[in-house]
């Protein structure tokens, strides 16, 4: 700027005589410039308050009084006929535009926000996001998903305000500088002004050397803005105060013509918008990108802000609070001590007052004894933070978004920024209503939880969800208002549109599955239906046999809830009559990859047979039995991968439809020296690959191991290398016992004993018979753990269901 600059004193003589508004340069999420901005408006008393931000909000200031409005929170705004473009402006406690508008409420003084509307920054946004389809988009464009200006030192400029002043002032991190200059500044009596005069003075010495910091956005809103201030000055004269960031001063301060403005402002293009207030997060204020907002500590920042003395103190025992709550020992002479070396270090670093930098290194050295274990547990939780804002009721809300929050209150869940794990029991109706809930939202792309592994019980009955607000979700919540105004309704129509454009047969199954388990009854024919077509027309074997499971899974989850699935096990034991047919002529002349996809397709068939053949509904018990005549094919036949045919020969074993003499013969007439190494060792990999399992089968089968053994030693030198690999990959997949194990049987020697784990074999717990009386022993226990009274008789099948 090229203008004279003005001291605080000659700028409050100005504006009693006519000088211009009262121009409050701040930095976003600052609480120095909050607590400066309240000061400045006790002093000054404007008739008006102008703030930077959408002006479309302008109706929404007023809730801003409201008992039930907890900071942090957000205005969004997003385009009507396209929810997902979105802009943020979040607000904290120690936001210097919240205490503008609070001190303007509490004292009854009309609030205006002033900056560029969003009709125009949502359409900004999709020019721009259209221009980078097109592979021409601007260098410094902006996203619509932002939170309207950075302030002084936002990422988008190419210059950073802060850290030239900082470098200026001789400081090498440009937060220490803001914290000495700043946060630690009282403000005096009389002296309400100077900061924003000295911040001016500097942001247009920055102005003049670099511009707009090469972005032609901030000139348009600039223009904007100044037309909007003198608009105030004609209605209340000299009575108005402007909030805005100390970047845009000097731009507010310059003289220009009404006609440059509006020429500036013409052409601009617009979209529908609508505006409401959303919740926001600690959290999300710490993150420079995406609709975060920047800042490292909002929780520091916080703190500095509402305590009311002795900041460090009180800080070093919310620290001590923490510790104590995780079980570390933490007492009252630590805090005393940290508090002693905090002022200590910020004295012998030339500070004011101890900085975050201090009071870490203090809690560090005294309350985590030198740990960034428990340090890093105070940064997340105290610097940062979990705060999670709340709006009113009142605040303007989409009809889906209303039938969310009633659902949120009737089933007792309240979002909440801190993860949380929820376990859920099908069988209460309240646990019962809160999955349907979490599906739903699931299925409408709300992924407000997350299905975990449930490590009390694997049963179908019970749930785990890790739950996790997060405040982007209220637009996926906007968004998914066109499918519905509930959701239930929503959540319908959207798997029956999902259902239709669905690309493959594994999609609808998935589909059928989630609206199982989302109980949308309404949705499920329509699904039923599709999924019946695509079943009949789809040839690829390997889609058929990955939909197979979902549909299985399906049928689980209906008993469990009590759906009617009746015409869902038939399409299923339909599908798997074509996988029974097509899986022989579809395992022939497979590469080494495609063979362990078919692998992996034969697994998972394998086990949704085992569980539709349990399933009562007519017509499905023969499956198992036509299931076990297609891997005798596999296993017999020398055109299928080596890897398919041991996998199917080891699937029999395990169902007792293959004797072990039989299976060993099996695996002598691969192993022999006839059959390539390579196709050899793919066949162990079938056989006993995949875990745990066909290790122990190695450990208690010494004719295997011996197989094995004697294979792998006759390996000539040249094909070793190939099947290392191979073979790497079978054993290190085994549980370190079974590894252990099978490295002391080598070791011995195959043969030594009358059995792999014979008596003689110094190995305790095997022998080549069942010991009764050893087993007797455990049965009181296995009853306990069964919940068997001691006279039943059938706790044999029962131990061989549990074993098997």
Known sequence: MGGKHVTGVQEAEGRAAGAGPLLLGVRHHGPGSARAVRAALEEARPRVVLIEGPPEADALIPLAADEEMRPPVALLAHAVDEPGRSAFWPLAEFSPEWVAIRWALEHDVPARFIDLPATHTLAWGRQEDEAAVEGDSPADAETADSEGD?????????????????????????????????????????DALAPFTVLEEAMGALREAYGSGGHDRDLVREAYMRLQVRAAQREFEDGVAVVCGAWHVPALRRKTTVAADKALLKGL??????????????????RMSGYGAGIDSPGWYGHLFSAPDRPVERWMTKVAGLLRAEDRLVSSAHVIEAVRLAETLAAMRGRPLPGLSETTDAVRAVMC???????????????????LGEVPPTAPAVPLQRDLARLQRRLRLKPEALERELELDLRKETDAARSRLLHRLRLLGIAWGEPAASRGSTGTFRETWRLRWEPELSVRVAEAGVWGTTVLSAATAKAEADAVAAQGLADVTALAERCLLAELPDALPTVMRILADRAALDTDV??????????????RYGDVRGTDTGALGEVAAGLAERVFVGLPPACAALDADAAEEMRRHVDAVHGAVGLLGDAPAAG?????????????????????????????????????????????????LVLSPGTPPADAAAWIEGFVGGGSGGGMLLVHDERLLGLVDAWLTGVPAEAFTDVLPLLRRTFSAYEPGVRRTLGELVRRGPGAGSSAAGAGSGIPGFAAELDTVRADAVLPVVRLLLGLDEGEEHIGNDLVGVTG
Do not use: F, N
Not at 150 to 162: E, I, M
Not at 371 to 385: Q, Y
Not at 632 to 639: E, F, P, S
């Open 150 to 190: 950075p302030g002084p030192g936002p990422a988008d400029l190419r210059v950073d305000p802060l850290g030239v002043l900082a470098e200026t002032a001789g400081y090498d991190d440009p937060e220490r500088w803001w914290e000495d200059v700043v946060e630690h500044r009282g403000v005096g009596k009389g």
């Open 269 to 286: 293009a617009k979209v529908k918008a609508d505006m409401t207030w959303v919740p926001w997060t600690h959290r999300r204020l710490s």
């Open 369 to 387: 004894e030198g740990s960034d274990v428990p340090l890093a547990l105070v940064r997340d939780r105290l610097v940062v933070g979990d705060v």
């Open 542 to 555: 390997g889609q058929l046999a990955q939909a197979l499971p979902a549909l299985v899974r399906s049928l």
């Open 620 to 668: 499905q018990g023969h499956l198992r039995a036509r299931w076990q005549s297609v891997l005798r094919v596999l296993c017999g036949r020398d055109t299928v991968p080596g890897v398919i045919r041991g996998r199917a020969v080891r699937l029999l074993l395990d169902d007792g439809e293959l004797a072990l003499d039989e299976a060993a013969r099996l695996m002598g």
